[in-house]
């Protein structure tokens, strides 16, 4: 997996005041192997995740979450705080604490998909695959001024 694929996959919505984020479609949920809910348990409407936030009390609506969605979801989903400024929605990079994107986490992120699809991109010689390369690649960037 490569390029704007990997991109797809890593990036993940943080919940603000959940209008510009589509339930079902977008990745909002912070988990494991899909930022995505599972699909509904029963016949749903609901497409933004707005409408399950009650605005009042700045919290999840559980009865909304729990008629809706699969228990393992609604447990992740109660754990993403809700803002009380109603602050927008961003996207941001799942995979670093800070929701910055960097290529080192792209490319962890790269592997890790290819070993659970059962292929290879490893052109190291190394039998784990780990690439030494990578330490002399950012020492190069930093040093010419592009960060990290």
């Given at each position: 997996?490569?390029?704007?694929?990997l991109?797809?996959k890593?990036?993940i919505?943080?919940?603000g005041?959940?209008?510009k984020?589509?339930?079902?479609?977008?990745?909002?949920?912070?988990?494991?192997?899909?930022?995505?809910?599972?699909?509904s348990?029963?016949?749903?409407?609901?497409k933004w995740?707005?409408?399950?936030?009650?605005e009042?009390?700045?919290?999840?609506?559980?009865?909304?979450l729990?008629?809706f969605?699969?228990?393992?979801?609604v447990?992740e989903?109660?754990?993403?705080?809700?803002h009380?400024?109603?602050?927008?929605d961003?996207?941001a990079?799942?995979?670093?604490?800070?929701?910055?994107?960097s290529?080192?986490?792209?490319?962890?992120?790269?592997?890790?998909?290819t070993?659970?699809?059962g292929?290879?991109?490893?052109s190291?010689?190394?039998?784990?695959?780990?690439?030494?390369?990578?330490?002399?690649?950012?020492?190069?960037?930093?040093?010419?001024?592009?960060?990290?």
């Amino acid at each position: 997996m490569f390029g704007l694929d990997l991109l797809k996959k890593g990036t993940i919505w943080r919940v603000g005041n959940g209008r510009k984020i589509k339930i079902w479609r977008h990745t909002w949920i912070p988990k494991p192997l899909t930022l995505k809910p599972a699909r509904s348990i029963r016949p749903c409407r609901l497409k933004w995740v707005h409408q399950l936030i009650d605005e009042e009390s700045h919290s999840w609506k559980e009865d909304v979450l729990q008629r809706f969605f699969y228990q393992f979801d609604v447990e992740e989903i109660l754990k993403i705080p809700i803002h009380k400024r109603g602050s927008e929605d961003l996207i941001a990079w799942h995979y670093e604490k800070s929701g910055v994107f960097s290529v080192r986490s792209a490319y962890r992120l790269g592997v890790s998909v290819t070993e659970v699809d059962g292929g290879s991109i490893s052109s190291s010689s190394n039998p784990d695959g780990a690439r030494p390369m990578w330490k002399d690649f950012c020492l190069e960037v930093d040093t010419r001024g592009f960060g990290h």
